[in-house]
């Protein structure tokens, strides 16, 4: 690994330990040459998965921009970073299992909004807003209403009933 501060490739590894649920390890180096200290991440290498946009064209998948709508979601709400990167983890671990490559962005959009549901109703809400297209007042008016219809979904308990 290259050291960010000399350029020097000889290094030694401090300490390793899982990171992400076990979705990583990192890693504290030292380089030999400079003695500077820095840290890695080490992630399993996923599938190239593409995105089928609504116009039709694709793109291949980003979990940043996963991450960053749901954050955008959740801005200025009690809503812990950590639940968000695990969220964004569950959403893609079931994309993986569902799809082979294409995945369509309306699925991306459903399994984040279940998630953002689970988490904060008002990160729901301005997620769905944009996901949705809301084009009027009317239509928020209406999801608001439909929220106090739909019961939250605990992440660890899998749907028995889909409609």
């Known amino acids: 690994m290259r050291c960010p501060k000399c350029g020097n490739l000889e290094d ?59 954050i955008k979601a959740c801005e200025k709400r009690p809503v812990n970073y950590d639940a968000l990167e695990r969220a964004a983890e569950e959403v893609i671990h079931e994309l993986e299992q569902n799809f082979d490559h294409e995945v369509p962005s309306k699925e991306i959009g459903v399994r984040v909004m279940e998630r953002l549901h689970s988490l904060d109703e008002v990160a729901y809400i301005r997620y769905a807003s944009v996901y949705r297209q809301f084009q009027d007042i009317g239509e928020f008016i209406n999801e608001i209403e439909s929220l106090g219809k739909k019961s939250k979904r605990n992440a660890q308990q899998p749907e028995l009933f889909i409609p």
Do not use: N, W
């Open 12 to 70: 030694k590894v401090i300490d390793s330990r899982s990171a992400k649920s076990g979705a990583a390890i990192r890693r504290r180096r030292e380089c030999l040459a400079c003695q500077h200290r820095f840290t890695t991440y080490e992630e399993i290498e996923r599938r190239d998965l593409r995105v089928t946009k609504r116009d039709g064209r694709t793109e291949p998948f980003d979990r940043q921009k996963l991450l960053s709508g749901m």
